[in-house]
Nanobody, 123 residues
């Protein structure tokens, strides 16, 4: 079982930055994928970025390419989401999720989820 705990959310003005952290614990085989998702009120949950835990292969949603960066520090079992040039439309609850051998960012393919951290961007 994989446990995930997110932190780092908050309120910022448009153009600002935040860094989200996801601490991963439990059994994480070499084919584990960690993903960041977000869900705004009244909208479906969407994938933002993902990374393989044993290599630096990454994926980004088109809406965040060039602004967000996913990275990991295996020494502290943490995956980060650096968010720059934030926009009001980035406002959402952000979740960290994990599973094995996942291709793509369909949230139904991820079985382990954190509790979420709120990001609010004001104009």
């Amino acid at each position: 079982r994989i446990q995930l705990v997110e932190s780092g959310g908050g309120s910022v003005q448009a153009g600002g930055s935040l860094r989200l952290s996801c601490v991963v614990s439990g059994h994480t085989p070499s084919n584990t994928v960690i993903g960041w998702f977000r869900q705004a009120p009244g909208k479906e949950r969407e994938g933002v970025a993902s990374i393989y835990t044993t290599e630096d292969r990454t994926y980004y949603h088109d809406s965040v390419k060039g602004r967000f960066a996913i990275s990991q520090d295996n020494a502290v079992n943490t995956v980060y989401l650096q968010m720059n040039s934030l926009k009001p439309e980035d406002t959402a609850m952000y979740y960290c999720a994990a599973d094995l051998w996942v291709i793509g960012m369909d949230p139904t393919n991820f079985g382990f989820w954190g509790q979420g951290t709120q990001v609010t961007v004001s104009s």
